[in-house]
T-cell receptor
């Protein structure tokens, strides 16, 4: 079992829909939780990060972390065709440790 | 300013050849990371530098992989005697000081080993 599990999709939604993406993890030492967006043939781009448990909102994006359940989510409101990309969750311990990524979920928003 | 740049963007190698992949981090970024991303997978950590010091190379898959950052800026990832299983996108990321959560990624080098 991998440290971070993420459903690869693909996920297809109509424009304007609310999208829910999530990851589960097994390492209780993870403290930082990130969501990256990756367009085809591009590098990952940091969308949001959260330290420990809680919610964080930025425009149409909301990140949630539930450390008790080892479960994180990203919600996208009023989804747009330009949101079509692969969304990667990533996590790390505090201190000098590398990022551990999920497999990524491929999202298509249909106009 | 410019983001992280990588060259070449695409590399085709015959099995057994050596390759060198270059990463130019964002100016002033102290930390530099290399990741390997296989098709349909998330990036996997290879190695990490703080300035010129290689602090973690636990993710390098074999001794055919070697990375350096001699002057604390540009980094090179070298793969000797390439194998087909080395085919992947190699991503470089840099971050300012020790803010590990804010890693900025380059576009990657897509390596295909025939």
């Amino acid at each position: 079992q991998k440290e971070v599990e993420q459903d690869p999709g693909p996920l297809s939604v109509p424009e304007g829909a609310i999208v829910s993406l999530n990851c589960t993890y097994s390492n209780s030492a993870f403290q930082y939780f990130m969501w990256y967006r990756q367009y085809s043939r591009k590098g990952p781009e940091l969308l949001m990060y959260t330290y420990s448990s809680g919610n964080k909102e930025d425009g149409r994006f909301t990140a949630q972390v539930d450390k008790s359940s080892k479960y994180i989510s990203l919600f996208i409101r009023d989804s747009q065709p330009s949101d079509s990309a692969t969304y990667l969750c990533a996590m790390m311990n505090s201190g000098n440790t590398p990022l551990v990524f999920g497999k990524g979920t491929r999202l298509s928003v249909i106009a | 300013g410019a983001g992280v740049s990588q060259s070449p963007r695409y590399k085709v190698a015959k099995r057994g050849q050596d390759v060198a992949l270059r990463c130019d981090p964002i100016s002033g970024h102290v930390s530099l990371f290399w990741y390997q991303q296989a098709l349909g997978q998330g990036p996997e950590f290879l190695t990490y530098f703080q300035n010129e010091a290689q602090l973690d190379k636990s993710g390098l898959p074999s001794d055919r992989f070697f990375a350096e950052r001699p002057e604390g800026s540009v980094s090179t990832l070298k793969i000797q005697r390439t194998q087909q299983e080395d085919s992947a996108v190699y991503l470089c990321a840099s971050s300012l000081e020790q803010i590990y959560n804010e890693q900025f990624f380059g576009p990657g080098t897509r390596l295909t080993v025939l």
